[in-house]
């Protein structure tokens, strides 16, 4: 079992790594949870970073992951563009397979409805474009009409939908998907 202090331990330790590495190696970016860490340094600084941070606590060897094809941070795909702006989206592992609770299984109603409205808050949070926004809403539409979810009446208790055409659109392609199952 998990000691109830481990995670005051880790924020401490990570808290005074902070205060030792940060203003030596100058990032152009660092996030933390908890333990987690996503830094931008430059190429020609990582050696030199990763042995100063294994210097510092020797009972403790960090990792470095900088030949990563796709680099992520929690489940956030994170991407450079053209214009030095980093570009943000939902990452799933391959292992991933959109399972998605039924909306008419034996849980609450209210449970159900707060896992979906969950991951489609997580489109507003984690996707920078209005395009990457729309490609994980349609993901997201998919995975759950296909586990019988019945969208007229969620999006309007849930998300509150404005716009009408967006409504009427819904409950087309609802339709529309049911009458071929």
Known sequence: M???ISGLIAEAIMHRLELIALPIIKPKVCVRYIDDTFVIIKRNDLEYTHKLINKNFEDIRFTKESDMKIPFFLD???RGTNTENLETQVY???TH???IINYSSNNPITHNR???QTLFKRVQTHCSTPVLKRM?????????LQKEWIFTQFHQ???KI???HQQETIIKDNKEIHSTM
């Open 136 to 144: 994980e809403e349609t993901h997201l539409l998919t995975s759950c």
């Open 97 to 99: 397979t959109d399972q």
């Open 92 to 94: 799933r592992k391959t």
């Open 2 to 4: 998990r000691s109830p």
């Open 114 to 116: 707060n896992c979906v």
């Open 76 to 78: 956030v795909l994170i």
């Open 157 to 159: 208790k849930v998300f």
């Open 162 to 164: 404005e716009s009408q």
